[in-house]
């Protein structure tokens, strides 16, 4: 037996014959190139102008001071978000950049 044919052999019975995979090769760009140019562009669909969605927010008051049971003022932040705990994050955060005492006094939704 020849090793030859025997590869022949195996090589046809995997992948078929050679004339069958011409018949399936995918097109070539420049048969694709002539179908695309002689479409027409479409339009560009125009951008409604969408109402202003609703923005959730909370308020959080909290009591700050600068002196350790000394005088304190109270102080409302607004946060633009549904969860209490970022809320609350956020106002002492920002409580924290002017005074040395901050304590949460309430968080009500707006």
Do not use: W
Not at 36 to 47: F, G, N, R, V
Not at 49 to 62: D, E
Request: glycine share 2%.
């Amino acid at each position: 037996m020849d090793p030859k044919l025997a590869e022949e052999e195996m090589r046809r019975a995997l992948f078929g014959d050679a004339e069958q995979v011409a018949q399936y090769c995918a097109p070539t760009e420049q048969e694709l190139l002539p179908d695309i140019l002689d479409k027409q562009p479409t339009k560009a669909t125009e951008k409604k102008k969408v109402a202003k969605a609703f923005t959730p927010r909370l308020r959080v008051t909290l009591r700050v001071g600068n002196e350790f049971e000394g005088n304190t003022s109270e102080m409302v932040h607004e946060a633009d978000t549904l969860s209490t705990l970022l809320a609350e994050q956020d106002a002492i955060k920002a409580a924290r950049k002017k005074f040395r005492f901050v304590e949460v006094v309430s968080i009500r939704s707006m």
